[in-house]
C-alpha cells in the first residue's frame, strides 16, 4: 500500500499564489506516475498536472502556463507551483500514485485538500 498526503492548501486572492505539496510514503518504490486532479462538488474529478518518472509532464488546457508539477524521485514527493489563480481554480485537489505492484499497475489517492480563491 501506499499513503498519500497532501498538504499546502488554503485560500487565496484571485492573482495569488499557493504550493501543494504530497509525500508518499508505505510501499513508495516502483511509482510509475504521480498527478494532480481536482473535483469541484458536482463535478467530475479532472486531471490538472501530471509527472512521469522520466520527467515528462502535461498540464489541463485551463492551468498551462499557470500551474507547474515537479517532483523529488529519492523522497517520492510531488509539487504543485499554482501562479496567477483565479476564481475558476476553486476546488479539492487531490494527489494520485500509479504504481507497478509486481503483476497489475494500482491507483492510490491522497484524501485531498481545499482551494480556494476569492475574487
Known amino acids: 500500500q501506499v499513503q498519500l498526503v497532501e498538504s499546502g492548501g488554503g485560500t487565496v486572492q484571485a492573482g495569488g499564489s499557493l504550493t501543494l505539496s504530497c509525500a508518499a510514503s508505505g510501499r513508495s518504490a516502483n511509482i510509475q506516475a504521480m498527478r494532480w486532479y481536482r473535483q469541484v462538488p458536482g463535478q467530475s474529478r479532472e486531471l490538472v498536472a501530471a509527472i512521469k518518472n522520466d520527467g515528462a509532464t502535461n498540464y489541463a488546457g485551463s492551468v498551462k502556463g499557470r500551474f507547474t508539477i515537479s517532483r523529488d524521485t529519492a523522497t517520492n514527493t510531488v509539487s504543485l507551483q499554482m501562479n496567477a489563480l483565479k476564481p475558476e481554480d476553486t476546488a479539492v485537489y487531490y494527489c494520485?500514485?500509479?504504481?507497478?505492484?509486481?503483476?497489475?499497475?494500482?491507483?492510490?489517492w491522497g484524501q485531498g485538500t481545499q482551494v480556494t480563491v476569492s475574487s
Open positions: 494520485y500514485a500509479l504504481r507497478f505492484d509486481g503483476l497489475s499497475m494500482n491507483d492510490y
